[in-house]
């Protein structure tokens, strides 16, 4: 938009712009406006009865890390605070429910369990929560979906990923699990808030994608109560690992000693620590010594009949121990210890061990940590070789280490007990690929 020279350029009555012309669509093309952001998708997975005689999602065939599981439209969303969440979700499906057949069919599936009325078969729920075109309801809504059933359909299936509380029909029948998760979610905020889910891991066919409900960080106490505030008591199998296999044993008891060491003085001398930075680089080295010795004992009472992931959940018990040591060896004046490589040693170790905890529940932290891990072992490996063929290492590795400290002679690289931890977890594993990764520790 041009000024005609006429008039003052930055506005006033002289402007002397023809006002802008409404833009006329002619009313046969309005059913653009009905055209959904995104198509609904469902990849490899079925619906099916689980062991607890529960619904699941199941894969079909054997799926890949990444591979999209399935996009789903949501039937009514709020990006408010989720404790307001309720009242405005019950009233937009109220809404959806005299405008869509579908939604009707739909919502009518994720009541079953707690109402009068027969469930409905597989077949029946697979049919009403596949994408297929909407309709209009052809009937009155009847008294079957109230108020108060949509109220218990909200607080039995709302998803809160991205800040944003949503119900959605097909994502209801993913479970939750707290030690084996296998499947991420997004909400997609350009696209009308569907929800996208990925595989995070390898999945078999036949296997049950899991999706955790809420953190699932914490003691099985903690876990229990907040599934408990969803509606539903958590009987995973991690959950059942520590309320029957782990209790009694000489692991229980050396995590235990370990997070009462934490929660009665360590984390203190850490806080200490934090707001004194001066005398951080020399306490802090005797802090690292007490971690280790505690990890060290966790990690030589693991028993060699356990599965990989229940060494993983075991881990898990002490995770806030091993940030605290992580914290020290990232605060320690590298000349106050013995040598630099064996303050990385350490890091390595600490850090494997939080790798193994996370590896079947948060996926995020634990791409994220695995690289960490990585760089530090190719760190070490580097420290065996002449400096000038790995020159293209140095950048990512000076700003924890002195470049002048690679002159010390290093003490030989060797990961004892991250070793052995990894020797006891790969006796009992699964899967002939798992900890694969691993196989890079030095003598592992
Ligand atoms: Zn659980």
């Known amino acids: 938009m041009q000024s005609r020279g006429d008039g003052d350029l930055f506005g006033g009555v002289n402007l002397g712009v023809d006002p802008v012309p409404e833009l006329q669509v002619p009313e046969s093309w309005t059913w653009t406006l009905q055209i959904p952001p995104v198509a609904e998708f469902v990849g490899p997975v079925e619906i099916r009865w689980n062991e607890g005689c529960e619904r699941g999602l199941f894969a079909t ?8 599981l399935l996009v789903s439209r949501p039937l009514a969303v709020h990006s408010g605070v989720w404790a307001y969440s309720t009242a405005e979700l019950v009233e937009q499906l109220l809404d959806a429910c005299r405008n869509s057949a579908r939604t009707r069919c739909q919502l009518q ?3 079953d369990g707690w109402t009068s009325r027969a469930p409905p078969t597989l077949a029946v729920v697979s049919q009403a929560l596949w994408p297929q075109p909407d309709t209009l309801p052809t009937e009155p809504l009847g008294s079957f979906l109230t108020r108060e059933v949509l109220v218990n359909v909200v607080d039995r299936n709302s998803f809160h ?7 959605y029909g097909l994502p209801s029948m993913i479970n939750h699990s707290c030690g084996n998760v296998n499947a991420s979610a997004n909400i997609l905020d350009p696209l009308g808030d569907a929800i996208l889910f990925r595989a995070e891991t390898e ?13 699932v960080s914490g003691s099985l106490h903690r876990r229990r109560e907040r599934s408990e505030a969803m509606g539903f008591s958590c009987r995973c199998e991690r959950c059942r690992f520590e309320a029957e296999i782990l209790p009694g044993t000489k692991a229980a008891a ?13 984390r203190d001398e850490m806080q200490e620590l934090r707001d004194e930075p001066k005398e951080a680089g020399l306490q802090s080295a005797m802090l690292l010594q007490e971690i280790l010795s505690h990890t060290r004992r966790m990690a030589s009472a693991i028993d060699c009949t356990w599965r990989e992931r229940e060494v993983a959940w075991y881990l898990h018990l002490a995770l806030p121990l091993y940030w605290c ?7 320690l004046d590298p000349s106050l210890w013995k040598c630099t490589l064996t303050l990385v040693k350490a890091r390595c170790e600490l850090l494997l061990q939080m790798v193994l905890a996370w590896e079947y529940t948060d996926r995020h932290s634990y791409d994220h940590l695995k ?4 760089l530090y072992l190719a760190f070490m490996e580097m420290t065996r070789l002449p400096l000038s063929s790995n020159h293209f290492w140095v950048p990512l590795v000076h700003h924890e280490v002195p470049l002048w400290r690679l002159e010390e002679t290093p003490e030989p690289a060797q990961h004892t007990t991250s070793t052995e931890l990894y020797a006891s977890s790969r006796r009992s594993r699964n899967s002939p690929v798992r900890l694969r990764w691993l196989g890079r520790t030095r003598g592992g």
Not at 371 to 374: D, Q
């Open 203 to 215: 999945i078999n066919a036949g296997s049950e994608i899991f999706f955790p409900y809420f953190k």
């Open 371 to 374: 690289c960490c891990y990585m």
């Open 325 to 331: 040591g992580v914290w020290c060896t990232q605060e």
């Open 161 to 167: 990923v991205n800040s944003k509380t949503a119900i």
């Open 109 to 111: 599936c994720l009541t």
């Open 254 to 266: 050396a995590s235990k000693d370990a997070m009462d060491a934490f929660d009665s003085k360590l």
């Open 61 to 68: 065939r054997h799926i890949f890390p990444g591979e999209v």
